[in-house]
C-alpha cells in the first residue's frame, strides 16, 4: 500500500472512532443537563425537528424538549433532587446518520435515602448535521418485559432503526 | 521519524484504541440482549467456549449462556421488568488477549416502582478472533466486602486475570 | 494537503481521543478501586496535591485520600457491601487540563437487598502530569435539586472549571 492508501484508511478509522465518541458524549450530557434543568442545552441536543417520545410525552421538536424541561412536572422532580441516570451507550454508526442505545434508571430524592422511580431502555437516531451529532428520534419505555421495550433493546444493539 | 514510521505509529495507536472501543461495545450490549431475552445474541458475545460463572450458575459454553437466557429463573426476572445496567467497562488490552472490569447492578420492578436485587462486579478476560471480541472468561461476584469480590474489582483494574 | 501535514493532522486527532479515553478510564476505575479499599489505588488517581471536596469531607492531597479510603466510617462502608457506582463520564480535554463530569450512585446492601444512599454528581478537573493524566479537584455534591448541584452538572458538561 502506498503512504497515500495508508493514511486514507487511518483518516476513515479515526473519522468512525471521532463519531462513536461525539455520539457517547452527547447522550452522557443528557442527565447533567436535563437535571439542572438547562432547557436550552437539553433542547440543544436534538436537532431542530427531532423527536423524543417517551411515556405521556410526545415531543416533536426542539421546542417541545425546551418546554417538557421547563414544565412544572419536570421541575418537581429536579427541585426534589432527581438522578437521570443513563448508562453506556451502545453506538452504531452509518456514514451520516447512527444509532444508539442505553438503559436508564430515574432515582429521586426520598426522605431517608433514594429510590428508582423507573428503569427504561432508549433508542436513539442521530444524524450528522453541520454543527455536530444531532438527536433525530429518541424513543423511551419502561423496562417492563414488554414487546416494544425488547424490539428497542435489540434494535438498538443491531444498529437498526425502529 | 520517516512519514513511514509515522504512520506506522499510528496505526498501532489507533487499532488500541478501537479495541477498547470494541470491547466497550460488547460490554454495553449485555444488558439489553439479556434483558431482551435475545438468547442467541447474548451467547454470541462469548466464543464458543467460553465460560460465565456467576453466583448460582457455572457456564462453560455458549450454548450453557444461551440455556441460562431461556431458563425458567431468568425468563420470570426478565417477564417482571428488569433492567441489567452495567456500568462504563474498564479495559486493557494486551495483543490478542484483554482484560474489562465493571460494576452493575440488577434492577427488578415491584408493584410500586424498581428495587435493586444485586450489585456485583464482572471481571472479563477477551480474546480476539477472527470475528472480533469475544469473551473467554467472565466472573461475576456480588458487592457483599467479601475478599474474592475485592479481587476481581482490584485485578480487573490491573488489567490482570483472576 | 502533504502527506506530512495530514499525518500531522491525524496525530493531533488521535492524541485528543486517546486523552479523553484515559480520562474515561481513569475515572471507571475509582469505583471499584475505592470499593476494594485499594488505598494506595485509589489516591494515586490523584496528583500528589490533587483536592476532593465531597460532603463531610475536604481532601487537599493524595495522602488525605488514601485516609479517607483506610478511615472507621469509609471501611464500614465498604465491608458491608457496597457499589459506588459512576456513569459514562462526558469529557472535555483543553491542551494539558481537562474537565469531566458525571453521575453517580452509592448503593449498599441491606438485610434484604440493596438500596440507594446517595446520588451525585462529581466535578472533575484533571491535568496531565509526566505519568499521565490526573486529578487535580474533583468536587462532589448530593443531587438534591441545590443550586450548587445544577452549576457542577452545567458547568461540567460545558467543560468549565467550578
Redesign the interface.
Known sequence: MT??M??AA??G??RK??D??AI??LI??Y???V????AD?TAALWAEDGSYDVEGWRMSSREDVRAMVLSGSHQEI??????????????TVDGDEAIA???S?L?R?RDD?????????SHFQLRRLPEGWRIAHRKTR????SVE???L??E??RGRPV
Open positions: 503512504d497515500d495508508r493514511i487511518l483518516e478509522r479515526l472512532l471521532e462513536e465518541a457517547a458524549a452522557a450530557s442527565g447533567p443537563l437535571d439542572a434543568g438547562d442545552g429536579i427541585t426534589g433532587g432527581s438522578c437521570h441516570f443513563l448508562g453506556p451507550a451502545h453506538v442505545v442505553c438503559d434508571i432515582v430524592r435515602g433514594f429510590v428508582i422511580e423507573r428503569a427504561g431502555v419502561l423496562l417492563d418485559g421495550a425488547r424490539t433493546l435489540v438498538g444493539v
